[in-house]
């Protein structure tokens, strides 16, 4: 199993450009979710998904969408880059639909000048 | 409302000694509780983690924590450090069964001086 995967690494974005951050899993969790990870602010959830066609918001959803066509794959997007998202971003899974025990990928250095 | 309080954002010790990272919490229900540990430029890896059943949880690499409800505190221990812990750990608490109530802490860098 590859576990959770994320790409790209490392991105930099001028303001107002889009894009998104791509997440796979290979291990069937239902539950699949993004974080930004702050300096001094651990990790704060951005959006989340307890399965195919069921997303819902975090505690920090603006500027941001996401989908979840298939269990698999969960991308974010950047719709409008501002300098406020500069910031590490990470994918995580989890088979618990509660998000209780999560697998997180790699993560994505994100950033916007 | 729930909330998680990491009480030190840097701890320092020299290798062989104990390590102690603190972490409080507040919850309205009976909280799970768990511990993570990011190590530099990687993702977050499970240590341990609590779901009310024995208080003294023991997790990988040797770590272990505490729950004890009247201090409302979850600490991670480790009784020998060694070189290979330096990294970042993180509290976290999930308190009301719902995947957008999972908070965590601002977490804790744990050095280790040879």
């Known amino acids: 199993n590859a576990g959770v995967t994320q790409t790209p690494k490392f991105q930099v974005l001028k303001t107002g450009q889009s894009m998104t951050l791509q997440c796979a899993q290979d291990?069937?969790?239902?539950?699949m979710s993004w974080y930004r990870q702050d300096p001094g602010m651990g990790l704060r959830l951005i959006h989340y998904?307890?399965?195919?066609?069921?997303?819902d918001q975090g505690e920090v959803p603006n500027g941001y969408n996401v989908s979840r066509s298939t269990t698999e794959d969960f991308p974010l997007r950047l719709l409008s880059a501002a300098p406020s998202q500069t910031s590490v971003y990470f994918c995580?899974?989890?088979?618990?639909?509660?998000?209780?025990?999560?697998?997180f990928g790699p993560g994505t250095r994100l950033t916007v000048t | 409302a729930q909330s998680v309080t990491q009480l030190d954002s840097h701890v320092s010790v020299s290798e062989g000694t104990p390590v102690l990272l603190r972490c409080n919490y507040s919850?309205?229900?009976?909280?799970?509780l768990f511990w993570y540990v990011q190590h530099p430029n990687k993702g977050l890896q499970l240590l341990l983690k609590?779901?009310?059943?024995?208080?003294l949880v023991k997790g990988i690499n040797g770590f272990e924590a505490e729950f004890k409800k009247s201090e409302t505190s979850f600490h991670l221990t480790k009784p020998s450090a060694h070189m290979s812990d330096a990294a970042e750990y993180f509290c976290?608490?999930?308190?009301?069964?719902?995947?957008?109530?999972?908070?965590f802490g601002s977490g804790t860098r744990l050095s280790i001086r040879p």
């Open positions: 998904s307890v399965g195919a066609g069921i997303t």
């Open positions: 291990m069937n969790h239902e539950y």
């Open positions: 995580a899974s989890s088979y618990d639909v509660e998000g209780q025990l999560q697998y």
């Open positions: 919850s309205s229900y009976s909280p799970s």
């Open positions: 609590y779901t009310s059943a024995a208080t």
């Open positions: 976290v608490v999930s308190a009301e069964s719902s995947a957008s109530k999972i908070i």
